[in-house]
């Protein structure tokens, strides 16, 4: 962030001149392609990109509105959580995944999560084909179909744990969050790093590659010398595998109610 436009966002509550926070908008629209860009490889070729390039923008307006330097947060950290937020949140209103697919991926998880009961640890790729009655390229081929399903990604699965309402970064960024809510959010975080940490080596990696270091699955793909199409699988395959722990856990949790 320019020296300029930090001093602009620190003024900028109700008082911002129009003309520095059009200029603060304009100066971070390449986030909002930077995100919608990363959403973009899991989603089916109809999903239309300037539809989400416009609720990207409006995320990134809401970040500039609402950005409080004082909490010690960069601004570009902020706004990709919200710009994120934003198109996701727009995704799910529109309901662009068909219920075909859905019931696929939610197919595969609750076969994942039946094995890693019985077996008692991560069920091996040839394994979950067995289990659903399919060959190892059909399995693979079945992947890739219901990838788009997690589009939401780890944002998603952690709304699956009860609260709709509040994406991981962008809660804990956002301003006044009640300490019950922040504590909620903690333990949250930290089941779902538990759940990451018991993933296969492979996934963990992939896991890490792509949300912490922020690369794309084609470079991940160059990283691990397999294709992206084959990262996609593997990305695909982690996120099921954690929403299946994810799910344990929170009936875990309705059980001791």
Aim: net charge negative; aromatic share 4%; hydrophobic share 40%.
């Amino acid at each position: 962030m320019s020296e300029a436009s930090s001093r602009g966002l620190r003024r900028y509550r109700a008082s911002m001149p129009q003309p520095e926070r059009e200029a603060a908008i304009l100066e971070y629209a390449h986030l909002v392609r930077y995100v919608v860009g990363r959403i973009m490889v899991e989603l089916p070729s109809h999903v239309d990109r300037d539809d989400l390039i416009s609720h990207g923008t409006i995320g990134l307006i809401k970040a500039v509105d609402r950005f409080d330097p004082s909490r010690g947060v960069k601004f570009e950290t902020y706004a990709i959580a919200v710009i994120r937020g934003a198109v996701l949140e727009a995704l799910r209103q529109d309901d662009w995944v068909p219920r075909s697919i859905r019931e696929k991926a939610r197919r595969v998880q609750e076969t994942v999560n039946g094995l890693e009961m019985e077996l008692g640890r991560p069920p091996e790729a040839q394994e979950i084909a067995d289990a659903l009655d399919l060959s190892l390229p059909e399995y693979e081929k079945l992947l890739t179909e219901v990838s788009v399903v997690t589009v939401s990604s780890l944002e998603g699965a952690m709304e699956a744990e009860g609260d709709a309402g509040a994406r991981p970064m962008d809660a804990t960024l956002e301003q006044g969050h009640a300490p019950e809510r922040r504590l909620a959010l903690e333990d949250r975080t930290r089941i779902l790093a538990e759940a990451v940490a018991s993933l296969p080596e492979r996934e963990q990696m992939v896991i890490a590659l792509y949300y912490q270091e922020g690369l794309t699955l084609k470079e991940i793909g160059a990283v691990l010398e397999v294709t992206e199409s084959r990262v996609c699988q593997i990305h695909t395959q982690s996120l099921l595998r954690l929403r299946a722990r994810l799910e344990r856990e929170r009936v875990a949790l309705l059980g001791t109610d």
